[in-house]
């Protein structure tokens, strides 16, 4: 069965330090993934998604991810975290005819100034 | 604004009682999901619609809660004989039938139930 782990429920970075955050799944074809963004009380925004174009692929403000297939991974990253950036991210993965997304189970970002 | 709506933003009801969400989609997008959302956890998956077909389940779904596309464009979801663990954010999502699952969220309705 398809999963998502996205490793850490926290991470706190310093304010223009490096932003990571990891994300695996299982999927036993090629899956399309997803990172979604979540502010306070708001519903989930899109940030970036793979769909079997360039491995490397840039989102909205700054952040990007890189789908390794031979890690199962697609880890997000901005090289200067800045104070807007604190919010809830999502990972999620998508196959099948239905096309279902599958979620992991966030991963809180929280900036020190 | 072109994005997908949902009405009322935040509800508060006393148990027992009923509640109804309303859901606009994107106007081209003929699938549409309802999520529910609990604090510090991913959404989790209730139901969706292709057009006016109600095509999946969750067995999450209890059958206090309902869910209407009668038309294929709006969308409701009924919660009768409200109970507090129903308290939670109830996020709407719309995509195109050909798509690569990517949704498009509206900004949820929170329910308060006391």
């Known amino acids: 069965a398809q999963s998502v782990t996205q490793l850490g429920s926290h991470v706190s970075v310093s304010e223009g330090a490096l932003v990571l955050l990891r994300c695996n799944y299982s999927s036993s074809v090629p899956p399309y993934l997803f990172w979604y963004v979540q502010y306070p009380n708001q519903g989930l925004q899109l940030l970036l998604k793979?769909?079997?174009?360039a491995t490397l692929v840039k989102g909205i403000n700054g952040f990007e991810a890189e789908f390794k297939k031979s890690e199962t991974s697609f880890h997000l990253t901005k090289p200067s975290a800045h104070m807007s950036d604190a919010a809830e991210y999502f990972c999620a993965v998508s196959e099948g005819s239905n096309y279902q997304l599958i979620w992991g189970a966030g991963t809180k970002l929280i900036i020190k100034p | 604004d072109t994005g997908v709506s949902q009405d009322p933003r935040h509800k508060i009801t006393k148990r027992g009682q009923n509640v109804t969400f309303r859901c606009d989609p994107i106007s081209e997008h003929n699938r549409l999901y309802w999520y529910r959302q609990t604090l510090g956890q991913g959404p989790e998956f209730l139901t969706y619609?292709?057009?006016?077909?109600?095509?999946?389940k969750s067995r999450l779904l209890s059958d206090r809660f309902s869910a209407e596309r009668p038309k294929g464009s709006f969308s409701t979801l009924e919660i009768q004989r409200t109970e507090q663990g129903d308290s939670a954010m109830y996020l709407c999502?719309?995509?195109?039938?050909?798509?690569?699952?990517?949704?498009?969220f509206g900004e949820g309705s929170r329910l308060t139930v006391l």
């Open positions: 619609f292709q057009n006016e077909a109600q095509l999946e």
């Open positions: 999502a719309s995509s195109l039938p050909q798509g690569t699952g990517e949704l498009f």
């Open positions: 793979y769909t079997s174009a």
